[in-house]
Nanobody, 119 residues
Framework: QVQLVESGGGLVQAGGSLRLSCAVSGRIFSVGAMGWYRQAPGKARELVASIGISTNYADSVKGRFTISGGNAKTTVYLQMNSLKPEDTAVYYC???????????????WGQGTQVTVSS
């Protein structure tokens, strides 16, 4: 059974940094794209950053966050610098991948990790 395992969230003061990690557990066939989303209380889940054919960032995090992937494309990281209170949310990693060669590409989600930025 394939799972995404996240780590790295926590409490940090404004201006600080955190690094999130997400790793695929289990055998997979291929990865099409990887990304990070976040959801703040009372708000919809939003894309933070993605990496695939191209790399994309939400305007609110450009210049502060950096997404990167491991060489085997089974791990994705999110380096978050200059954190602001408005970055407080549950962060979810996302992989678009095929588990087997005959599978269709599907979305897989991590369990979520809380990031809290105090002012």
């Amino acid at each position: 059974q394939v799972q995404l395992v996240e780590s790295g969230g926590g409490l940090v003061q404004a201006g600080g940094s955190l690094r999130l990690s997400c790793a695929v557990s289990g055998r997979i066939f291929s990865v099409g794209a990887m990304g990070w989303y976040r959801q703040a209380p009372g708000k919809a889940r939003e894309l933070v950053a993605s990496i695939g054919i191209s790399t994309n960032y939400a305007d609110s995090v450009k210049g502060r966050f950096t997404i990167s992937g491991g060489n085997a494309k089974t791990t994705v990281y999110l380096q978050m610098n200059s954190l602001k209170p408005e970055d407080t949310a549950v962060y979810y990693c996302n992989f678009v991948m095929k588990v087997t060669s005959t599978d269709t590409s599907r979305n897989y989600w991590g369990q979520g990790t809380q990031v809290t930025v105090s002012s």
